[in-house]
């Protein structure tokens, strides 16, 4: 199977947000997979999570023991990436480690930036 019919398979469980949904989501974990260069260049939506890919699935898993605070299996969690790629495949892949209500921001955090929406400068440190 090809990355694009990978992508596309994903896609179909998934009910994407817009940046300009973003905002009004109420109780949602924002969760920003970007490399920290790509956040510390561009910037990061304020209230978001930086969790590195690599660990994704351990730390959003609701029940497991490496998870981080303040979600349960119900939050809808929102993951996003440079253009909104690979965010809908971590999306996939965290419905698949218990959170059903995981999706991705379309078009990543360039579209958000580009719609005009508040950005925070710099880099958190991200969750390992």
Do not use: K
Not at 6 to 32: G, H, I, K, M, W
Request: net charge negative; with cysteine; glycine share 8%.
């Amino acid at each position: 199977m090809s990355a694009e019919a990978l992508l596309e398979e994903a896609r179909r469980s998934l009910r994407r947000v817009t940046p300009e949904e973003l905002p009004n989501l109420t109780n949602a974990l924002v969760v920003d997979i970007r490399p920290r260069h790509n956040r510390a260049a561009e910037g990061e939506i304020p209230g978001s999570v930086p969790v590195e890919r690599i660990v994704l699935e351990w730390r959003l898993d609701p029940h497991g023991d490496h998870r981080i605070p303040g979600f349960d299996a119900d939050t809808t969690v929102v993951v996003l990436c440079n253009e909104g790629y690979a965010s809908s495949l971590a999306a996939r892949d965290l419905q698949r480690v218990g959170l059903p209500n995981a999706t991705d921001l379309v078009g990543g955090f360039r579209a958000y930036a580009a719609a005009g929406l508040p950005v925070r400068e710099g880099a958190s440190e991200a969750v390992t």
